[in-house]
């Protein structure tokens, strides 16, 4: 059973930076999306990033455009999300997610 494991949430200042990671075993990501989702607290989980391992092309939702950046590393099987200038909003468990698998998350807290 494949497993993916994110780390690096915390809680940061309004306008600071973390950078998540999604320690993936188990599956080789080169013909998935690596995607991210975020879950606000009483909010749906929505959407946030994808990286397409089979052309490296990436997508963002409108609201992260500019301060989120999707990665990875391919000899570690690992993906990145480098999130920058943060906002409240920003707030909430954040999930890797590739094919149908999902991690159990880590938790963003911005603190204005």
């Known amino acids: 059973q494949p497993q993916f494991v994110e780390s690096g949430g915390g809680l940061v200042q309004v306008g600071g930076s973390l950078r998540l990671s999604c320690a993936v075993s188990?599956?080789?990501?080169?013909?998935?999306?690596l995607a991210w989702f975020r879950q606000a607290p009483g909010k749906e989980r929505e959407g946030v990033s994808c990286l397409d391992m089979r052309d490296n092309s990436t997508d963002y939702a409108d609201s992260v455009k500019g301060r989120f950046t999707i990665s990875r590393d391919n000899t570690e099987n690992t993906g990145y999300l480098q999130i920058t200038s943060l906002k409240p909003e920003d707030t909430g468990v954040y999930y890797c997610?590739?094919?149908?698998?999902w991690g159990k998350g880590t938790l963003v807290t911005v603190s204005s």
């Open positions: 997610h590739a094919g149908s698998y």
């Open positions: 188990g599956l080789r990501l080169d013909y998935y999306c």
